[in-house]
């Protein structure tokens, strides 16, 4: 199979530059790290923050959907009616969410 010589000359810079010194890669990751990942989750952090203090703490309306929150036998801890990691100010049971809002 021959080969052109556009490709031939392709090939041998691809050759010659997969040759080279790997010194300095842990330099550009750390300094990547420094400069683009850092300032990244600052930014993510300060947008998480933000959207936290705009975020209404209301409940939505409950609408008992019926094909919703199905208890066909009650959990085996508890009352029966609490999954394992219920949390009673996001959590409705069946009937609607517990207890007053604050």
């Not at 010589?5 to 300094?31: C, D, F, N, Y």
């Not at 036998?73 to 009673?88: M, T, V």
Request: aromatic share 8%; net charge positive; hydrophobic share 40%.
């Amino acid at each position: 199979m021959a080969m052109s010589p556009t490709a031939m000359v392709a090939r041998r810079a691809l050759a010659a530059a997969s040759q080279g010194s790997h010194e300095g890669g842990a330099r550009t990751w750390k300094i990547l790290s420094f400069i683009l990942a850092l300032p990244g989750v600052g930014v993510c952090m300060a947008n998480a923050y933000m959207k936290m203090q705009a975020h209404s703490h209301d409940h939505p309306e409950f609408v008992p959907y019926p094909h919703l929150r199905i208890r066909t036998k009650p959990w085996p801890w508890g009352d029966g009616n609490h999954s394992l990691f219920h949390n009673a100010h996001t959590n409705p049971l069946p009937t609607g969410y517990e207890g007053p809002h604050h």
